[in-house]
Structure formats: C-alpha cells, structure tokens
C-alpha cells in the first residue's frame, strides 16, 4: 500500500515540475507546459462550442432545405431504361420530366427515377422554392445524424490543428534546448576531459 501512494506522489512530482520552482527547470520548460495546457483547454472547451455551434448551423440549413423543398406529381417524357436488378440493389437512371413549378408554370427537366418506367408514367419529385428540381430533404433522424456529424467533424478538425500547431511549438522548443545543451557541452566539455585524463 505504502509502494502504491509513493508511486502516486512520484507521477504527481513528475506531472507537474515543469510548474514548481527547481534550478533545471529552463524557460522553454515553462512555455511548453502553458503550451500544452492552452492546448487542452482549447481541444475540450473550444471542441465543444464549435462542435455545438457547427451542429446548431447545420441543423438550421437541413431544416430550411425540409421547410423550403415541397414534392411534386411529375410526367415522364421519355421511358427510364430497363436495368437488370441484381438482389436488392434499386436503379435509378435520369430521365425528362415535366411537372407545375409553384408559380403554375409547366416545367421540364431531368431527374432521377426507378428504372423500367415507361414514358407517361407519374413520379414524386422534389422541387425548391422557385420550382428548381432539388433532392429530396433528409427526414428528421437523418438530419440529427448530419448535424451531429458536421459537429463532431468541426470538432475533431479544431483539435488536430490546435494539437499540429503546438506540435511545431514543442518542436521548436525541442530544438532550442538541444541548442542550448550544445552550446552547454561546448563550454563544459573540455574542462570535464580535463578532469578526467
């Protein structure tokens, strides 16, 4: 038990001398520990508000996109072509359809349909506000997973470039302490032969 807290103040003596007071401790020491803690800080706090704030935004469009795109009974002008379904895979093919824009206007235009439709055949698709043919928009579930998606993304992308980015510092300070333990071994080098031949 004794071993266990000793060996519990020895991780705690080591996790934290760059923070104390002690002769070794150089001015690099001290830049890479507030490096490394803004780091932390900045992957846990700034992760989660520009995840939140990334999965609030996409939340947004995906309901504006559900709000403005309306079906449509659309006709089809040409037959879709015929293709061998192999199991359960469902074919899609484009093919020119006509349908009445939101203005009343008769539309044409292409889209994606299930195959061996004939020519005359009605179809669902999806117009946007001004009569475009658009996709149809993500149902409620599929929406809360794109957000949630785009959120956890912007979040991961945050903390890879906060992490690269105090990896050059480290690298960097890593440099200017061999740097300095060179030029250390410089001056010291000689006269430590010296006392030693």
Do not use: C, K
């Amino acid at each position: 038990m004794s071993g266990r807290t000793g060996h519990g103040r020895v991780r705690r003596r080591l996790w934290g001398w760059r923070w104390r007071r002690n002769p070794l401790r150089r001015h690099e020491d001290v830049v890479e520990a507030w490096a490394i803690l803004v780091m932390w800080v900045v992957i846990v706090v700034g992760g989660a508000v520009v995840g939140t704030v990334a999965a609030h935004a996409a939340g947004q469009e995906l309901a504006r996109q559900h709000a403005d795109r309306q079906p449509v009974r659309a006709v089809l002008l040409t037959a879709a072509p015929e293709i061998t379904s192999a199991g359960d895979v469902t074919y899609r093919a484009p093919v020119t359809v006509r349908w009445t824009g939101p203005d009343g206007s008769v539309r044409t235009g292409q889209s994606l349909v299930s195959t061996d439709l004939p020519a005359g055949a009605t179809v669902t698709v999806w117009q946007d506000g001004r009569g475009r043919l658009t996709t149809e928009p993500p149902g409620p579930a599929e929406a809360t997973a794109q957000a949630a998606l785009f959120g956890t993304s912007a979040a991961f992308v945050l903390g890879g470039l906060v992490y690269g980015t105090t990896a050059l510092v480290r690298r960097r300070l890593d440099r200017r302490r061999r740097d300095l333990w060179g030029a250390e071994w410089d001056r010291v080098g000689p006269r430590w032969n010296q006392r030693t031949g």
